[in-house]
């Protein structure tokens, strides 16, 4: 462990050194030569030696004051340096947006190297996680919600519509609805909020496509969608999903749609906290989720 006088008192000590004058050295530090002299005095008595001789108008170095001066301008010229060249440092600028797991690989990170073009000089960093972040606390600047679009404290603009339909694998013998009768069926358990809003889920399908036999409540279940959407690719069974989150799947025929009906669900959006909107941070993320999201242009 480092015993070093007090830094105030080796800063006086090199100013007065370098000037030769205490008085000189307080208009450089902004104090008063008594405090200078009180300063250097107590480091004097500090270190045991006498490192000025005092005379009426300047002050010299003693033999000892001789001996620390280029090591504390040295010390104190690195100082000075390292903190000059940190504050010309350009500062990162980074721009916190959350979304859920799935939106996050399907939407946001086809799209993310358009960010940085978008935003020169800025970091993107993708929160993703399906509970709700506290956007107030600054957990993120800015988040994708789906719902409603009526969130308490926040600012909502709409991004994507959503629909939903059964998606299968093609590998699976499912072309028809009767098909799904004894087949496997994934489901997504949407939480809390299949308690506020009215969610797609294959009952609702079931009651729509009139199909006789089927159990809706039947299969495997999944916490998060990104999981159901693998389940399916897999060949796991038929999933209720989200067709914007498997444009790319379908576009590619990992997945197939082989009927309907589609069931109409809500809405994404970007949503931060009121009167954040012109934060830098909300500003970049907006132009970029508006740009490349807002206008329904699931595909990268």
Known sequence: MRQLPPLGAL??????????????????????????????????????V???????????????????YPAMRQALDGMATAIDALRQRPQRQVATLSATVAFTAKILVPRVAHFRALNPGWDLRLHATDDLVDLEAREADAAIRYGLGHYAGLTALP?????????????????????????????????PMASKISVPAWASWQAQAAVNGLDPDG??????????????????????????????E???????????????????????PTGADNRPEVAVLRNWVMTDVAQGNVAP
């Not at 100013?15 to 009180?38: C, Y």
């Not at 990104?226 to 060949?235: D, K, M, R």
């Not at 379908?250 to 931060?272: D, K, T």
């Open 11 to 48: 800063r006086a000590f090199e100013a007065a050194a370098r000037q030769e004058s205490f008085k000189r050295a307080a208009a450089e530090l902004g104090v008063t030569p008594t405090a200078i002299s009180h300063q250097i005095r107590q480091l004097e008595e500090g270190l045991g």
């Open 219 to 248: 299969g495997i279940t999944f916490n998060d969608e990104n999981s159901a959407i693998q389940a399916a690719i897999a060949g796991q069974g038929v999933a209720l999903l989200s067709l914007s989150l498997v444009a790319e």
């Open 159 to 191: 991004l994507l519509a959503d629909n939903f339909a059964p998606v299968c694998s093609p590998r699976l013998t499912i072309q028809k609805p009767a098909d799904l009768v004894g087949a496997t069926l994934i489901h997504f358990d949407w939480g």
């Open 50 to 68: 006498a490192l000025f001789v005092r005379q009426t108008r300047r002050v010299m170095l003693t033999e000892a004051g001789r001996a620390l």
């Open 250 to 272: 379908l576009a590619s025929g990992a997945l197939v749609q082989p009927f309907g009906p589609i069931l109409e669900g809500l809405r994404y959006y970007l949503v931060c």
